[in-house]
């Protein structure tokens, strides 16, 4: 996934997760280390393009060499990714950081990548009320507040305006799950949710029974598979 950060000149495109975010900062001390040590022309740092694959590797070179660069959404995308494809081995994306986390690194308004087009984060909401609370319940076992995050999807779908909202468990943090409003009609939506297995769940919670996909969810083993489901229902259709 891929976010946009314009200051100045600096045209950096960062495809990462919150904890690469180390990385990042290790190489820039590389590059100050080395910039002290040898006369290096680092002018190019203006334009500059990092990308931290999913296989842990980094590459670092200039935005012009890296026009037709494939992000990790274009990826699920052009292979045909669906439900039934989808490595949930390792959750890697943005959306496997806690919310705080979430919330600490990206703005309202900042610009997103979904497969071939892009959605636009417009605002934060705090849901503490009991109905959401019992929603979180009969998901997960436990009680729960949730925080949520909504983008605008820059794209119409079969004529059709696109919400994209995403969930959090409020207390711990973690992303729960990615659903689809199409025309603001919570009638007319498609839930992607995270299996959660919460030790103090209540004894009578089956999540055999629970995650288990049906015509209102589909059920994933981490947020990673939340992201590239909602990209082939965008898309994919």
């Known amino acids: 996934m891929r976010k946009s950060l314009n200051s100045g000149k ?14 990042i900062l290790l190489l820039f001390s590389f590059i100050t280390v080395t910039a002290s040590c040898v006369a290096t022309d680092l002018s190019d ?4 393009f990092i990308d931290i694959r999913t296989d842990g590797l980094l590459t670092i070179s ?3 060499d890296n026009q037709g660069t494939v992000t990790q959404s274009d990826t699920a995308t052009q292979s045909g990714t669906n439900e039934g494809q989808i490595d949930d081995s390792e959750c890697e994306l943005m959306l496997c950081n806690t919310v ?14 979904f497969g071939m087009y892009q959605a636009q984060l417009k605002s934060y909401h705090d849901f503490e009320d009991e109905e959401w609370t019992e929603w ?8 729960r507040s949730v925080k949520m995050a909504r983008f605008e999807y820059l794209e119409q779908v079969e004529g059709k305006d696109v919400d994209i909202e995403m969930f959090y468990n409020a207390l711990e943090g973690d992303f729960v799950m990615g659903r689809i409003i199409f025309e603001k009609d919570y009638n007319d939506m498609k839930n992607n949710i995270v299996k959660k297995f919460y030790e103090e769940a209540r004894e009578d919670f089956n999540p055999e029974v629970k995650y288990s ?18 990209v082939y229902q965008l898309q994919g259709d």
């Open 62 to 64: 200039t935005l012009e």
């Open 213 to 230: 996909n049906n015509r209102f969810s589909n059920y994933f083993e981490n947020a990673d598979g939340v992201y590239y489901n909602i």
């Open 100 to 113: 705080n986390e979430f919330q600490e690194f990206y703005s309202e308004g900042d610009i997103f990548d």
């Open 10 to 23: 600096t045209n950096i495109l960062i495809q990462l997760n919150f904890n690469q975010m180390k990385k």
């Open 45 to 48: 740092l203006d334009n500059l």
């Open 136 to 143: 979180f319940d009969e998901q997960f076992g436990v009680r």
